[in-house]
């Protein structure tokens, strides 16, 4: 009769009982909630941290908005707005919301899955070590996200490498709901409140830039353009020009300027894959430069047809 093998606790266990069975303090004080604060990014209007949660004794992401904004009714409704997205678009392609409240101040803030690994910029900064099956399914993980949000309703308007996640297990996360649109009760799409103001030398790639809601370099037509009858087709070229980027190493539209990049977008027919690359399957050619097309009512239609079309076996050619 063979034995089991025997158990072996790993060399540092990270979860023991000591943890998992400490009481909680007979009263509790919100303010010693969450602890143990360390930076993790600053955006345009928020700040990222990762500290401990001391009911659960994990460590989490904690958004809130910066100082200077912390009181701004606009801001507030943005980050309200982004925290509820994202929590009601549980999939396992988007990153878990825990908890929505308020600081010992009464300014917002929302907790989060802290989740360590690689964006997609990162790994396309050293894509030619990726096999391009990895890249393709990457990019059907995030279309998954996509279509959950699309069936709620929601568009995210900022597709771009950088907003995706790829975790240590293999996870892939849709990240950063902050510009997402979405409708009210009578079908009406709810107003960005206030735009971002442009800045003087700032970077073309930068969210928000010269008052446009997403990336330049990563926008459709129709979004550059604050086109009131933006659709879910907008986040199919996002996701399109991320796809190109996979097969080729860059954007579809280029420019080194602003509105080089605009007018590129709006005018120029980027090359065809297999114009800059070796090896660019015919099928995939096919899927990206339709969901290129500035036409949208020509261009994939849905993200689940966009799913299907990359889910073929398009090595075969």
Not at 19 to 29: F, M, N, P, R, S
Request: aromatic share 8%; net charge negative; hydrophobic share 35%.
């Amino acid at each position: 009769m063979s034995e089991y093998p025997k158990f072996k606790l790993p060399d540092n266990p990270t979860l023991v009982v000591e943890q998992t069975d400490k009481g909680l303090a007979e009263k509790i004080d919100l303010n010693f909630r969450y602890l143990y604060f360390k930076t993790i990014a600053k955006g345009g209007k928020s700040l990222i941290q990762s500290c401990k949660d001391m009911h659960l004794n994990r460590v989490i992401c904690y958004k809130s908005l910066l100082p200077e904004f912390a009181d701004d009714e606009i801001e507030q409704k943005r980050l309200l707005r982004e925290a509820r997205i994202a929590a009601i678009l549980q999939h396992p392609n988007t990153v878990p919301t825990y908890e929505l409240g308020r600081d010992n101040k009464g300014h917002y803030y929302f907790t989060m899955k802290l989740v360590h690994g690689y964006t997609l910029r990162e790994i396309f900064d050293y894509r030619e070590r990726y096999d391009l099956g990895q890249l393709i399914d990457i990019i059907i993980q995030v279309a998954h996200a996509l279509a959950c949000a699309h069936s709620h309703g929601v568009i995210h308007r900022d597709i771009k490498p950088e907003n995706i996640l790829i975790g240590p297990y293999g996870e892939v996360l849709l990240l950063d709901w902050g510009l997402a649109k979405v409708w009210n009760q009578k079908g009406k799409a709810l107003p960005v409140e206030a735009e971002v103001p442009s800045r003087e030398g700032e970077d073309p790639t930068m969210t928000g830039f010269q008052k446009l809601q997403g990336t330049l370099f990563y926008m459709s037509p129709e979004q550059i353009q604050r086109d009131p009858a933006i659709d879910f087709r907008t986040d199919i070229y996002s996701l399109g020009i991320v796809l190109y980027e996979a097969l080729t190493g860059r954007t579809p539209a280029q420019g080194e300027r602003i509105d080089e990049v605009i007018k590129s977008t709006l005018e120029d027919v980027p090359p065809q894959p297999s114009e800059l690359a070796k090896n660019v399957p015919p099928m995939l050619e096919e899927t990206v430069m339709s969901c290129l097309n500035k036409d949208v009512e020509k261009r994939v239609q849905t993200i689940s047809e966009l799913i299907r079309a990359l889910q073929q076996n398009w090595s075969l050619g």
